[in-house]
């Protein structure tokens, strides 16, 4: 056991100096974080970066920095290295678990081959886009042509999100107009990207919900675009059965009306929502669509975590409600239908009137997407249904969010119930460290959430996320249920 009652000692209580709480702790394997004094040296510069400063700088374009890509991103701060080696890491998308095997095999299979160590078409392999256009003919309710609808896309980078919210938060803590929430995650698709470079000009206006997934604000900005936010709302409304649960957050639809002008060309959904975890139900997204149509708006419905909808709630494909079909590019992704997020490999589907600029803009992004993965991913596709590959990743998703939602309802800690995707976001505005306990630079002047989760991380033996400025961390069911042992029988089992 690694720990007795920290759980009491982090909680609600006043926080305690690091020598009292660290006599209530037992201790752990050798050299894990429970086993040394709590207060770590800081993250020093390193002398390259000191050197740098010496050396002659250029002056940047105005996007890096409207774009927050030169922000210290929460990954640079959260990073493996600088944390525990037996920690948990529920922050990232790093599974404990491989692909399947078949997948695994026909990426080999193409590696020993010639002709799959060549470039591919820039609209991706025949064998993929026809292993996609069998998938998903049946959910869109059309027969895809795979020439024309179909581009398969190359995962690109990380970094950090900021998230302006208009309104005070309507949950626990209260969270004021000029916080910021910021995110990193793991990947954002070049056809999305591209499909920015296709249609924005400078000065369209981009909607998209908050929070949101990390790469849409840089990504909006390098094309020009203007980002314009629409918060979504956390809920007070308590699960059925349960102490600390709470229903998922809410969209207000007026807020809605209001944020669409002349200049308003494009409206980004994401669900399942990375980091909420809502699944938009059918009536949230026909209200959407019904201003889409009105407004004459393009659609960016990004669906990666489709086959993670827990509960048997319905995953709507947004293109398949009346109208859409026409303005909607729906986003997916190999990565996520199969725990591979380093294959950097997904797709957009759409009519070819949008199809057919995102493919002009993306063949001079990446050109094309490596070979190998797109068999894997071919295989993945077609051999995924008879295998009841899906239906089997689904139950052992559950049940990693049944292990964290046993975790915070035997702690008493808010959080927001996941109906899709694999985010848990946790309200950590009870949570207490010693006055005393010393913080590394890269976390000292940022908000209450890096805080716990670099204690968290350092002293629990979990990494989490921190999703915004305030009170909210996020976690990952991307690691087994079954965990370590002196994990496992720990108190709060995190």
Same mark, same amino acid.
């Given at each position: 056991?690694?720990? #007795?009652?920290?759980?009491?000692?982090?909680?609600?209580?006043?926080?305690?100096?690091?020598?009292?709480?660290?006599?209530?702790?037992?201790?752990?394997?050798?050299?894990?974080?429970?086993?040394?004094?709590?207060?770590?040296?800081?993250?020093?510069?390193?002398?390259?970066?000191?050197?740098?400063?010496?050396?002659?700088?250029?002056?940047?374009?105005?996007?890096?920095?409207?774009?927050? /890509?030169?922000?210290?991103?929460?990954?640079?701060?959260?990073?493996?290295?600088?944390?525990?080696?037996?920690?948990?890491?529920?922050?990232?998308?790093?599974?404990?678990?491989?692909?399947?095997?078949?997948?695994?095999? /026909?990426?080999?299979?193409?590696? +020993?081959?010639?002709?799959?160590?060549?470039?591919?078409?820039?609209?991706?392999?025949? +064998?993929?886009?026809?292993?996609?256009?069998?998938?998903?003919?049946?959910?869109?309710?059309?027969?895809?042509?795979?020439?024309?609808?179909?581009?398969?896309?190359?995962?690109?980078?990380?970094?950090?999100?900021?998230? +302006?919210?208009?309104?005070?938060?309507?949950?626990?803590?209260? !969270?004021?107009?000029?916080?910021?929430?910021?995110?990193?995650?793991?990947?954002?698709?070049?056809?999305?990207?591209?499909?920015?470079?296709?249609?924005?000009?400078?000065?369209?206006?981009?909607?998209?919900?908050?929070?949101?997934?990390?790469?849409?604000?840089?990504?909006?900005?390098?094309?020009?675009?203007?980002?314009?936010?629409?918060?979504?709302?956390?809920?007070?409304?308590?699960?059925?059965?349960?102490? $600390?649960?709470?229903?998922?957050?809410? !969209?207000?639809?007026?807020?809605?009306?209001?944020?669409?002008?002349?200049?308003?060309?494009?409206?980004?959904?994401?669900?399942?929502?990375?980091?909420?975890?809502?699944?938009?139900?059918?009536?949230?997204?026909? #209200?959407?669509?019904?201003?889409?149509?009105?407004?004459?708006?393009?659609?960016?419905?990004?669906?990666?975590?489709?086959?993670?909808?827990?509960?048997?709630?319905?995953?709507?494909?947004?293109?398949?409600?009346?109208?859409?079909?026409?303005?909607?590019?729906?986003?997916?992704?190999?990565?996520?239908?199969?725990?591979?997020?380093?294959?950097?490999?997904?797709?957009?589907?759409?009519?070819? /009137?949008?199809?057919?600029?995102?493919? /002009? $803009?993306?063949?001079?992004? !990446?050109?094309?997407?490596?070979?190998?993965?797109?068999?894997?991913?071919?295989?993945?596709?077609?051999? $995924?249904?008879? #295998?009841?590959?899906?239906?089997?990743?689904?139950?052992?998703?559950?049940? #990693?969010?049944?292990?964290?939602?046993?975790?915070?309802?035997?702690?008493?800690?808010?959080?927001?119930?996941?109906?899709?995707?694999?985010?848990?976001?946790?309200?950590?505005?009870?949570?207490?460290?010693?006055?005393?306990?010393?913080?590394?630079?890269?976390?000292?002047?940022?908000?209450?959430?890096?805080?716990?989760?670099?204690?968290?991380?350092?002293?629990?033996?979990?990494?989490?996320?921190?999703?915004?400025?305030?009170?909210?961390?996020?976690?990952?069911?991307?690691?087994?249920?079954?965990?370590?042992?002196?994990?496992?029988?720990?108190?709060?089992?995190?």
């Amino acid at each position: 056991m690694r720990f #007795r009652s920290v759980a009491a000692n982090i909680l609600s209580g006043p926080a305690s100096p690091c020598r009292s709480l660290s006599r209530k702790l037992v201790p752990g394997p050798p050299n894990s974080p429970l086993s040394r004094p709590f207060s770590r040296p800081c993250i020093s510069m390193s002398v390259a970066e000191a050197e740098a400063k010496k050396l002659k700088t250029f002056p940047f374009a105005s996007r890096l920095k409207d774009g927050r /890509a030169l922000a210290l991103d929460v990954w640079s701060v959260f990073n493996a290295a600088n944390l525990p080696s037996d920690c948990i890491n529920l922050g990232q998308g790093y599974m404990n678990f491989p692909p399947p095997s078949w997948t695994r095999e /026909a990426a080999e299979g193409a590696l +020993r081959s010639t002709e799959g160590n060549h470039y591919s078409p820039p609209k991706g392999r025949p +064998r993929l886009r026809e292993a996609l256009k069998e998938f998903y003919s049946p959910q869109f309710g059309r027969e895809l042509d795979p020439e024309t609808e179909i581009v398969v896309t190359s995962g690109a980078n990380e970094g950090e999100l900021r998230v +302006r919210r208009r309104h005070p938060h309507r949950g626990a803590g209260g !969270v004021s107009q000029q916080n910021r929430i910021k995110q990193s995650s793991s990947m954002i698709y070049p056809g999305q990207y591209a499909a920015w470079a296709a249609f924005l000009e400078p000065g369209d206006e981009v909607i998209i919900f908050e929070p949101f997934f990390d790469q849409y604000l840089p990504s909006i900005v390098f094309n020009g675009g203007k980002p314009i936010y629409v918060p979504l709302h956390p809920s007070t409304e308590a699960i059925p059965g349960t102490k $600390a649960g709470k229903k998922t957050w809410e !969209v207000d639809f007026e807020e809605l009306q209001r944020a669409i002008t002349p200049r308003t060309k494009m409206i980004v959904l994401n669900t399942p929502h990375n980091p909420v975890g809502k699944v938009f139900t059918r009536k949230e997204l026909e #209200r959407i669509a019904g201003l889409a149509e009105a407004h004459d708006l393009i659609v960016m419905s990004d669906e990666v975590y489709e086959s993670l909808v827990f509960d048997k709630r319905e995953h709507v494909r947004f293109a398949t409600l009346p109208g859409m079909w026409e303005r909607t590019i729906t986003v997916g992704s190999a990565g996520k239908l199969f725990a591979a997020t380093g294959w950097r490999v997904g797709w957009v589907v759409g009519p070819p /009137a949008l199809i057919g600029p995102t493919l /002009a $803009a993306t063949t001079r992004i !990446v050109f094309c997407t490596n070979s190998p993965m797109q068999e894997a991913a071919a295989a993945g596709l077609e051999q $995924a249904g008879a #295998r009841g590959f899906f239906e089997t990743q689904l139950q052992e998703y559950e049940e #990693r969010r049944g292990v964290l939602i046993d975790a915070f309802e035997r702690l008493g800690m808010e959080y927001a119930w996941p109906e899709g995707s694999y985010f848990i976001l946790l309200n950590i505005s009870r949570l207490r460290w010693p006055e005393e306990y010393s913080f590394p630079a890269s976390v000292q002047g940022r908000g209450k959430d890096f805080r716990a989760a670099w204690f968290m991380a350092n002293e629990i033996g979990v990494s989490s996320i921190p999703v915004s400025e305030v009170r909210l961390i996020m976690f990952l069911l991307s690691r087994s249920a079954l965990m370590p042992a002196h994990h496992a029988n720990s108190k709060v089992l995190l």
